[in-house]
Structure formats: structure tokens, C-alpha cells
């Protein structure tokens, strides 16, 4: 089946608002009223990716701590890196800009791929699919939490500075959730047709982690360039993180980066909500 036949164009644009805001609403609504059920299968995933290994959930910590190691290892160690903000161990900065672009990677990729994985449900109608990229999202984010809990142990003993801005760390993950889940219903409804959506997506993810500011600093560019760079909403996140642990600035003093990040990120909501209405009805026949 073509893409290009599900597509209907020429509606109003206030009407095809409507729908997608509506779209959006009851997404969240079917969320809330089916918390005990998406909870459960949370559990259930995240148990899932671990099951027959001898380490078990132990590989959910090792896995980014060994990656985050080896690069701490190489930039630090072998290039004599040193973090741009002066008094902080260079570790903490670069892990407070690794931890969000960890979560945002490894749940995008989980997303891909969730309507065939969970083939059985797609079937039913008595379940509603769009929470289905939420369930990996949320699997994710459990992850996420434990490694924002270590980084905060590790900022404390190597550095005696802590700061208020800690306290606005809910609001990126928020962030970071939401641009997740208009990409993720991007990716998993088009991935039901096309198959090579899972090997695009990675082979972009593996760009856009040397792309965005994660191991160097924005500084080591030169300066009509920093524009293109800052214009990736994840830059948004990774400054954030390191504000969180390392900074004075609050969200609200960034107010032209917080209303880009949120405009692009409605938009992906928007586009998402579209996608995966529009491909709905043809799920079943294609898993």
C-alpha cells in the first residue's frame, strides 16, 4: 500500500487543527484513564529487554555508564579536554550533556519498531495505538531517571558546588518527552510501511550525536556556524541538563530557545498526531 493514498489534502486548516489538537487531547485522556494498563506494560518491556542475561537490569546502568566512560576516557585522558565551565570536573559536563540525548536515542529507536513488536494489540479496538509509542517512551524514562540520580551523586562528590537550577531538571525531561512523542508517532506509523524507517533513524541518530554539542563545545566553531547548531532542538536539552547541574540560568531567562524549542516541538506534535491518524486504519492489515 502506497503513503500516498492514506493522505487526503485540501481540508480546511482550521479544521484539520481541530482535529489533530483533538487527536493530541484524547491521547492523553486514553493515557490517564488507562495508567494501570500502560503501567503494567511498562513493567513489562522494561523487563523484557533484559530477560536471560546474568546481569539482568544491572545493564540498564552499565551499558551508558561504559559509553560515557570510554568518551570521558578518550577526550579527557587522550585530548586533554577540560570542561568549559570552570570549577566542574569536565566528567559532569559531559555526562550532564549525554544523559538526554541517551534517553532521546535509545527511545526513538525502541518507538521505531513498537506496532509490530506489540502486533497483537494492533488488532484490537478496544486499545488505543497512539499510547503505544508512550509505553516505550516511559520504558526509556525509568533508565533516564536512575542515570539523573547517579550524575546527581557524582556531582556532589567531585564538585562542592550545587546549584538551584537543579530543581528545573522535571521541566527538561518534560521537554525532552514530549519532542519524543511527536517524532516517535512519526517514526512508528511510517514504519509499519516502511520497513528501513529503523536503519534511517539509527543511521541519523549516529550523525546528530557528533552534530550536536555532547563531547565539544559550541565555542570550537566558528561563529556564523553556532546558529545551525543551536537551531537543533536538542541542543536546547543538552544545555539545559548542563544548566541543571552546572549553571545560574533558569529556562525563562533562555525565552527566545524555550519558544523555538516549544514551536518546533508542537509542530513534530502536530505532524505526528496527523501521521498516525491517517495511517491508523491500515495498521492491522500491514503487522
Given at each position: 500500500m502506497r503513503l500516498g493514498r492514506v493522505f487526503r489534502w485540501g481540508q480546511p486548516e482550521h479544521e484539520a487543527g481541530k482535529r489533530l489538537l483533538g487527536h493530541t487531547v484524547r491521547s492523553m485522556n486514553a493515557l490517564s484513564a488507562q495508567r494501570e494498563l500502560v503501567s503494567a506494560m511498562v513493567a513489562r518491556d522494561f523487563r523484557n529487554q533484559y530477560r536471560g542475561s546474568h546481569l539482568g537490569l544491572f545493564w540498564a546502568v552499565l551499558h551508558p555508564a561504559s559509553t560515557l566512560a570510554l568518551f570521558w576516557f578518550v577526550f579527557e585522558v587522550g585530548f586533554g579536554a577540560a570542561s568549559p565551565r570552570n570549577g566542574y570536573p569536565y566528567v559532569i559536563w559531559l555526562a550532564a550533556g549525554m544523559l538526554p540525548w541517551f534517553y532521546f536515542s535509545s527511545a526513538l529507536m525502541g518507538a521505531g519498531n513498537v506496532l509490530h513488536e506489540y502486533a497483537f494489540l494492533v488488532r484490537k479496538t478496544s486499545f488505543r495505538l497512539s499510547l503505544l509509542p508512550v509505553v516505550k517512551l516511559l520504558s526509556a524514562l525509568s533508565i533516564h531517571l536512575?542515570?539523573?540520580?547517579?550524575?546527581?551523586?557524582?556531582?556532589?562528590?567531585?564538585?562542592?558546588?550545587?546549584?538551584?537550577?537543579?530543581?528545573?531538571?522535571?521541566?527538561?525531561?518534560?521537554?525532552?518527552?514530549?519532542?519524543?512523542?511527536?517524532?516517535?508517532?512519526?517514526?512508528?506509523?511510517?514504519?509499519?510501511?516502511?520497513?528501513?524507517?529503523?536503519?534511517?533513524?539509527?543511521?541519523?541518530?549516529?550523525?546528530?550525536?557528533?552534530?550536536?554539542?555532547?563531547?565539544?563545545?559550541?565555542?570550537?566553531?566558528?561563529?556564523?556556524?553556532?546558529?545551525?547548531?543551536?537551531?537543533?532542538?536538542?541542543?536546547?536539552?543538552?544545555?539545559?541538563?548542563?544548566?541543571?547541574?552546572?549553571?545560574?540560568?533558569?529556562?525563562?531567562?533562555?525565552?527566545?530557545?524555550?519558544?523555538?524549542?516549544?514551536?518546533?516541538?508542537?509542530?513534530?506534535?502536530?505532524?505526528?498526531?496527523?501521521?498516525?491518524?491517517?495511517?491508523?486504519?491500515?495498521?492491522?492489515?500491514?503487522v
Open positions: 536512575v542515570s539523573i540520580g547517579l550524575l546527581l551523586v557524582l556531582t556532589c562528590l567531585l564538585s562542592s558546588r550545587a546549584s538551584w537550577t537543579m530543581l528545573q531538571i522535571p521541566y527538561y525531561i518534560v521537554c525532552n518527552f514530549m519532542l519524543l512523542l511527536g517524532l516517535s508517532w512519526i517514526t512508528a506509523s511510517v514504519a509499519v510501511f516502511v520497513r528501513d524507517v529503523g536503519h534511517i533513524v539509527s543511521v541519523l541518530l549516529q550523525f546528530g550525536m557528533w552534530v550536536t554539542p555532547i563531547m565539544w563545545s559550541p565555542a570550537m566553531i566558528p561563529a556564523p556556524y553556532r546558529l545551525l547548531i543551536k537551531l537543533n532542538p536538542v541542543y536546547y536539552l543538552t544545555e539545559g541538563f548542563r544548566e541543571c547541574f552546572m549553571g545560574q540560568t533558569w529556562f525563562w531567562e533562555r525565552p527566545v530557545w524555550t519558544l523555538y524549542f516549544w514551536t518546533v516541538t508542537v509542530a513534530l506534535l502536530a505532524l505526528g498526531a496527523f501521521v498516525f491518524r491517517r495511517l491508523r486504519p491500515h495498521f492491522g492489515d500491514m
